[in-house]
């Protein structure tokens, strides 16, 4: 099985798919953990990219999400 992030982007943000994906969005991992690992290492840098949410998805199946990258 496969896990990966979807994002979405914040109003405005001008980021190409290209972006995204070079960020690590889509990109497969083993198992949640790692997914979430990742996601813990790299969500300040979404961020700064202009993604404003992400889901988790384990194939075709949400996990959870959207979930908020922005400060409360």
Known sequence: MAWYWDA????????SDDDLTGAGIG??????GAAEQWLTENYLDLE????????LFE?????????????E
Request: glycine fraction near 8%; avoid cysteine; charge should be negative.
């Open 8 to 15: 979405e982007l914040s109003a405005g943000a001008e980021i």
């Open 59 to 71: 194939e075709d199946r949400l996990v959870y999400g959207p979930m908020s990258l922005q400060p």
């Open 48 to 55: 700064d990219l202009g993604v404003a949410q992400v889901s």
């Open 27 to 32: 990109r497969r991992f083993e198992d949640q």
